[in-house]
T-cell receptor
């Protein structure tokens, strides 16, 4: 089955700096890559996603890039703010039942 | 907005007890999922369902069963709870069909088995 690896496990940045989280996947059939943000005491919430026919997608301060050849995708957050502090998960999906395979998570701490 | 609710935020049970975790979604979604979340392991799929009365094993189904008698409700059952089932349990739902769709998550149930 699919295997998704996520790095780093923790990331600490100064407010205003950029943050980058990277994921790799193993199954070349994967075609959908969502990113979730989980705040303390809450369930994960989708923040951005990308499909395999697109190389990059941007939504305000958040962007995701996908390299299908290398089988990796990354989340970029610019101008970080303290409210960006949370755990971020990447995922990959490769079949019709919409099963997701999640990375192990990155705890982002934005210092004011 | 999609809403996924879970019956309890916190549960404390004893080893050997039968435990029911309930999940309800209000968007008429076809697919529903149960995950457990443990530090450093991310979210691991226990079971999922793509239709009423249909269920499929995920990656870690041992010790769990599920029930989906109505489209909006998906229950996770621990037949005989054990201490290694202490975890955060997350329910999710998504639309059916062949295209990959976003999964929407509930707030989670933190289960402690003593």
């Amino acid at each position: 089955g699919e295997n998704v690896e996520q790095h780093p496990s923790t990331l600490s940045v100064q407010e205003g700096d950029s943050a980058v989280i990277k994921c790799t996947y193993s199954d070349s059939a994967s075609n959908y890559f969502p990113w979730y943000k989980q705040e303390l005491g809450k369930g994960p919430q989708l923040i951005i996603d990308i499909r395999s026919n697109v190389g990059e997608k941007k939504d305000q301060r958040i962007a995701v890039t996908l390299n299908k050849t290398a089988k990796h995708f990354s989340l970029h957050i610019t101008e970080t703010q303290p409210e960006d502090s949370a755990v971020y998960f990447c995922a990959a999906s490769n079949d019709n039942f919409n099963k997701f395979y999640f990375g192990s998570g990155t705890k982002l701490n934005v210092k004011p | 907005d999609v809403k996924v609710t879970q019956s309890s935020r916190y549960l404390v049970k004893r080893t050997g007890e039968k435990v029911f975790l309930e999940c309800v979604q209000d968007m008429d979604h076809e697919n529903m999922f149960w995950y457990r979340q443990d530090p450093g392991l991310g979210l691991r799929l226990i079971y999922f369902s793509y239709d009423v009365k249909m269920k499929e094993k995920g990656d870690i189904p041992e010790g769990y069963s599920v029930s989906r008698e109505k489209k909006e409700r998906f229950s996770l059952i621990l037949e005989s709870a054990s201490t290694n089932q202490t975890s955060m349990y997350l329910c999710a739902s998504s639309q059916g069909g062949r295209a990959q769709e976003t999964q929407y998550f509930g707030p989670g149930t933190r289960l402690l088995v003593l």
